[in-house]
């Protein structure tokens, strides 16, 4: 009797694919700049696409899936109560939160409402409609912020960096230092010591490649400031080429109005003026 042949092996179960991790962009009072960052990464993006699962992302798609999220990335101020209540459900359901933008770190343009009287009614007819917040305020005074991304809009790298560094579980490689390392790596002329241009560039946050400088003039500050602000010599730099208090209200309170440090130098700005027209 010939002995029995051994049953051929069976093959292994094939092991489920590793769930891809989850991504979601959301939009509140914003001009959809930051998100079109996002989108105009073009390779990135398809890098980006293949290793994550995009589950919500209004901008791009009407595919919206719930959560949880494993990263959640936010544009835009809060403007309204129920953009409140959401920005709460957001972070909820989400593992990491970053947000990106100036509107989203620092209130944005519209944060300038903060400082003056009630608007409403000088802009619309029928006021009594309109159901927004007095103020604008930035998404970390609601709610946990894991990461803040400034620039008015975001820089395309750092976004990048970002989205790739907490998918990947480390911290993001993002500087803050100041416009002025960027123009001397770039090996550029400084517009305010050579040229006497005014420029936020000593006290903003590094990301933009240093564009205004670049053409011969000076920084807007959009991406709002560094690390270690020294505002007040700043300031005290503008007046020496002829910069007035009120012009110095009105370049701390640009694109980022609820930024701490340029709030508090445009509002010294603005008492320095007072002072000086009240003792003449």
Not at 125 to 134: D, F, G, K, Q, T
Request: proline fraction near 8%; aromatic fraction near 6%; include cysteine.
């Amino acid at each position: 009797m010939a002995p029995a042949r051994p049953a051929p092996a069976r093959p292994a179960p094939a092991r489920p694919a590793p769930e891809r991790p989850t991504l979601a962009v959301w939009k509140f009072a914003s001009c959809d700049g930051c998100q079109l960052t996002l989108l105009n990464c073009e390779d990135e993006l398809l890098a980006i696409a293949g290793s994550v699962r995009v589950a919500s992302f209004t901008e791009a798609s009407t595919l919206v899936e719930p959560g949880p999220y494993d990263l959640s990335v936010v544009e835009g101020s809060i403007t309204t109560a129920s953009d409140a209540q959401r920005i709460k459900r957001v972070r909820a359901a989400s593992r990491y939160l970053v947000t990106i933008g100036a509107c989203a770190t620092a209130g944005g343009i519209q944060a300038l409402r903060n400082f003056t009287g009630d608007l409403a009614p000088v802009v619309y007819a029928h006021p009594e409609y309109i159901r927004s917040l007095r103020t604008s305020t930035p998404i970390a005074d609601h709610v946990p912020v894991d990461f803040e991304l400034r620039g008015c809009p975001v820089s395309k790298e750092q976004l990048i960096e970002v989205i790739a560094a907490l998918l990947a579980g480390r911290r993001p490689n993002v500087r803050g230092h100041s416009v002025c390392i960027e123009c001397k790596r770039a090996g550029r002329t400084c517009v305010l010591v050579a040229g006497g241009t005014p420029c936020l560039g000593p006290v903003t946050q590094a990301g933009c490649g240093a564009l205004c400088p670049a053409v011969g003039r000076g920084c807007y500050g959009c991406f709002g400031p560094m690390e270690s602000p020294n505002t007040a010599a700043l300031s005290a730099r503008w007046r020496e080429l002829g910069a007035d208090g009120p012009a110095l209200t009105r370049a701390f309170s640009a694109f980022t109005a609820a930024a701490e440090p340029f709030r508090a130098a445009a509002a010294a700005a603005a008492d320095e003026e007072a002072a000086s027209d009240d003792s003449r």
